[in-house]
């Protein structure tokens, strides 16, 4: 079955540091998600990303994130300079275009700011 | 935020039972209602999702019910399997073509006792 896979697993990072995420979304999905989970906390929306553009994002999501589709396969998040409070659990999704489908996740990148 | 809520953060029942997860939400505009299972150190997985012209729908083991008036859905899985144990997510969002962005619930800790 098809999967939403995340690069890397786990990253540490000082403080400051500009950090990317890689995404692989499943392959004929065309609407891209971001979402973070930090310790002990609900799984909270980041972006949207369709046709090349940021289709919505959250009140987190501000100018020191950006999001990539750089070619016909990755989606990154960027960071430009992190901060403690953006250690968290970054998910990947992707879905089709069809209405009423589901978002499926990918394993995660455990972000760790030093 | 409180759009999604689901106030048991935990849930144990005994294998072959009934396993009822509840979940609360707040915004009329939600019209499509997801469940997600999570393993430790693993993304979501899509369990089972609802539209909100329907109030019921089944796959296998498992069935969402949706109850419009009070704002309520539940998951049943019956029978209950030692696999089942996981944190499960009730997730809400509109309906319809274009990117959707997920509100999810804190998550409720399923334990299935041999």
């Known amino acids: 079955e098809p999967e939403v896979t995340q690069t890397p697993s786990h990253q540490v990072t000082q403080m400051g540091q500009e950090v990317i995420l890689r995404c692989v979304p499943i392959s004929n999905h065309l609407y891209f998600y971001w979402y973070r989970q930090i310790l002990g906390q609900k799984v909270e929306f980041l972006v949207s990303?369709?046709?090349?553009?940021?289709?919505?994002k959250s009140e987190i999501f501000d100018d020191q994130f950006s999001v990539e589709r750089p070619d016909g396969s990755n989606f990154t998040l960027k960071i430009r300079s992190t901060k403690l409070e953006d250690s968290a659990m970054y998910f990947c999704a992707s879905s089709d275009l069809r209405a009423g489908q589901p978002q499926h996740f990918g394993d995660g990148t455990r972000l760790s700011i030093l | 935020d409180q759009q999604v809520k689901q106030n048991s953060p935990s849930l144990s029942v005994q294998e072959g039972r009934i396993s009822i997860l509840n979940c609360d939400y707040t915004?009329?505009?939600?019209?499509?209602f997801l469940w997600y299972k999570k393993y430790p150190a693993e993304g979501p997985t899509f369990l089972i999702s609802?539209?909100?012209i329907k109030d019921k729908n089944e796959d296998g083991r498992f069935t969402v019910f949706l109850n419009k008036s009070a704002k309520h859905l539940s998951l049943h899985i019956v029978p209950s399997q030692p696999g089942d144990s996981a944190v499960y997510f009730c997730?809400?969002?509109?309906w319809g073509q274009g990117a959707q962005k997920l509100v999810f619930g804190q998550g409720t800790r399923l334990t299935i006792n041999p």
């Open positions: 997730a809400a969002s509109g």
């Open positions: 609802i539209s909100s």
């Open positions: 915004n009329s505009m939600f019209d499509y």
């Open positions: 990303f369709y046709n090349n553009e940021i289709s919505e």
